[in-house]
């Protein structure tokens, strides 16, 4: 969630939606190459571009709330557990390639949130007041989501809003105008 509002960059022109979709497959080894293409800094985000899926729903106090909650669900069902389940867990680590390596991609992505946190606290202004969650965003889950449910909303361009009010006025003289010839017209 914090990937897809931050990381569109102005300089580079590659996407980064492709890399998502990789990534729910290959894990964080799929985000890798966009790590070492991206360059900041990101573009202001337009005021139509939040109302649009995916931003509005990224960017939802809902959508950060069941994600802290499914993280704290996650780590209290995992402290729950008896010792039997983690000696299982711990031959399986040992034995599967594949629980080997998504433990590996969970590090990985658990190691890469302070930047994405740190990146979003400032394309949002708000790094002097946020700056205490930079330290718990490692902490899996619990750490983003809890920077997800307390960030301030995105900050939408003001030269976006200075052109769109711009605009209006054009398209509101343009209508009047119109009106007008349509009257004159008439008589």
């Known amino acids: 969630m914090l990937l897809l509002p931050t990381g569109r960059s102005s300089k580079s022109k590659i996407p980064v939606w492709p890399f998502l979709i990789l990534s729910c497959f290959g894990g964080a080894y799929a985000l890798l190459p966009y790590f070492v293409l991206w360059r900041p800094p990101p573009p202001p985000v337009e005021e139509l571009e939040l109302r649009r899926w995916p931003l509005n729903f990224l960017e939802s106090k809902l959508t950060a709330g069941i994600s802290l909650a499914a993280g704290l669900a996650i780590i209290i069902y995992a402290g729950l557990a008896n010792g039997d389940a983690w000696k299982e867990f711990y031959q399986y680590f ?94």
């Open 94 to 187: 040992r034995e599967s390639k594949f629980i080997h390596l998504t433990c590996i991609d969970f590090t990985l992505l658990s190691t890469f949130a302070p930047f994405w946190v740190y990146n979003d606290m400032t394309t949002r202004k708000w790094y002097d007041k946020g700056s205490w969650l930079l330290s718990l965003s490692p902490i899996p889950f619990l750490g983003p989501a809890l920077y997800l449910l307390l960030r301030p909303a995105t900050i939408i361009s003001a030269c976006f809003i200075e052109s769109n009010h711009i605009r209006r006025k054009i398209i509101h003289r343009s209508v009047s105008r119109f009106l007008i010839s349509i009257v004159q017209r008439r008589n």
